[in-house]
């Protein structure tokens, strides 16, 4: 018969097993973003209403991302196809797991009007590191870094990431998803296939 001392050894053994399986869970679905002190630019969470509201009186249309050329694309530039914003860093293993998804979807999807752009919100730091990433990952669409207004806006009420936002072709969010596991991977197909396969 077990003495209760090593009875409390296993409960504890036990008890430490649940909360190391808690906090890996955690960690395999979404990254913390490494700049939480940030304050937002839009206070309030944006709104999965339809069509998105403007961020306070400033239009989603006017926020943009910065190339690596120096050139800046704007949300508006995009009208007419469905568009899927990712915003991720090298560092975030979920960000690792969720690429390849975006990949293929847009390798299907490209000739039929769908547009992605991965957004770095890795800091400064990591934005030298991209061009690896890319080749490793072999990533064929546009990666950029937002304008702080833009990420301020769609990460106000959370920093996790990646975070994934699907646009309909009027500009209309359609879906978020905040972080990735096995699971996101149909979520996040059906609502590309939804979006472009929309009149």
Known sequence: MASRFEVMVFMLARFSGMVACGVLLAIS???ENADTNKT???????????????????????????LADGQ?????????SVLILDFY?????????????????????????LRVVGLN?????DWP?????SRELKIQYTLAVPDADLSGFLLSDSQQIPQ?????????????????SDSDSEVLRT??????LAK
């Not at 694309?73 to 007419?80: C, E, K, R």
């Not at 590191?129 to 990433?133: A, G, I, L, M, S």
Request: proline share 10%; net charge positive.
């Open 29 to 31: 679905v979404a990254c």
């Open 40 to 66: 937002p630019v839009v206070s309030g969470p944006p709104s999965t209403t339809f069509p998105m509201p403007p961020a306070s009186g400033k239009s989603l249309n006017d926020m943009g991302w910065q």
């Open 72 to 80: 800046r694309n704007l949300f508006s530039q995009y009208s007419g």
């Open 89 to 113: 860093a090298t560092w975030c293993l979920p960000c690792r797991k969720s690429i390849p998804q975006l990949v293929g979807l847009q390798d299907r999807f490209k000739d039929q009007g």
């Open 121 to 125: 919100v890795g800091g400064p730091n």
């Open 129 to 133: 590191k991209v061009p690896e990433f």
């Open 164 to 180: 994934t936002f699907i646009f309909d072709r009027q500009g209309r969010l359609t879906k978020r998803i905040i972080g990735f």
């Open 191 to 196: 609502a590309v296939e939804s979006a472009v």
